[in-house]
């Protein structure tokens, strides 16, 4: 039995969650429940893909994730900080209403991470905090 | 904090062990089945998940593992889902600061057994040194 869930283990431990990168962003959509390895993978994954092309932003998509809990949350707001040593904004998308509530009443505060409602408004975000002019298509 | 006490029309819906972090992530999965299963909303079914999840990573990280009951009964005239995470770990020191926000013996934040709590209808704990924990969360459906 005890082979078995090892050998789940490391074949679960295969998944890599992709970092696109578009311009100066780095763009990362969460689309499964993260067990806490892979939280923390992901976490060293984004810093250094920022270390390695210098990207200005990340933006993070969570609108499928129907939980954050302290541990995610926690890996979240560790991760806007130490983005923003390496010059790098982060901006959190797309969290459900229902994610929302709960991570109040938990009693979690995200300080220093950025929220918006959809991945367009995220990147409007991140390109007037970064000094750069929105071009509308006209 | 005495166990709670819920008799009336108990059933016994499920029985999940944790060992891996795997486990975890699989388990709350499965409470979520079941909280929307009996017709939660999605509110209720995000708060007893995450509330759960919390639960279910103490027992990862400070005993190494544990076994988790769902069960469907009445608590307080309320038709309830109550989850019970039962542990043979080195048990909680003291349990009045255990349930302080922001306190962690360990690597934690903190936040998980007050947070569970707010998460919750009703909610116990039990703990005895060197033998194990027990705690019980209700969610009124």
């Known amino acids: ?138 | 904090m005495a166990e709670l006490q819920i008799d009336k029309n108990r059933d016994r819906i499920a029985t999940y062990t944790i060992q891996t972090e795997n486990d975890i992530v699989l388990a709350r999965q499965y409470v979520r089945f079941h909280a929307k299963q009996f017709g939660m909303g999605i509110v209720d079914q995000t708060r007893i998940t995450t509330a759960v999840s919390e639960l279910f990573r103490n027992m990862y990280q400070y005993a190494g593992g544990g076994d988790v009951y769902v069960d469907l009964g009445d608590f307080a005239g309320h038709h309830a889902l109550i989850i019970t995470c039962i542990d043979q770990g080195p048990g909680i020191e003291n349990l009045d600061q255990a349930m302080i926000d922001g306190y962690s013996s360990g690597a934690g934040m903190g936040f998980g057994l007050p947070g569970a709590k707010r998460l919750v209808d009703e909610f116990s704990i039990e703990s005895e040194i060197n033998k194990g924990t027990k705690v019980q969360v209700v969610k009124w459906i």
Request: charged letters at 20%; aromatic letters at 4%; a negative charge.
């Open chain 1, 1 to 138: 039995m005890k082979k078995w869930n090892d050998n789940i283990d490391s074949v679960l431990q295969e998944k890599r969650i992709p970092i696109i990168k578009i311009g100066d962003y780095l763009i990362v959509s969460i689309q499964i429940d993260m067990h806490d390895k892979l939280a923390i993978q992901l976490q060293s994954q984004i810093l250094a893909e920022i270390g390695k092309t210098g990207a200005r932003g990340v933006l993070i998509d969570i609108s499928v994730l129907e939980m954050v809990d302290s541990f995610i949350g926690r890996m979240l707001s560790g991760m806007a900080s130490m983005a923003a040593i390496m010059d790098a904004a982060v901006v959190i998308v797309g969290m459900q209403p229902a994610v929302a509530i709960t991570l109040v009443e938990l009693g979690l505060e995200m300080p220093g991470v950025d929220t918006a409602l959809n991945m367009e408004k995220g990147m409007e975000m991140l390109e007037k905090r970064l000094g750069y002019t929105y071009r509308k298509s006209q």
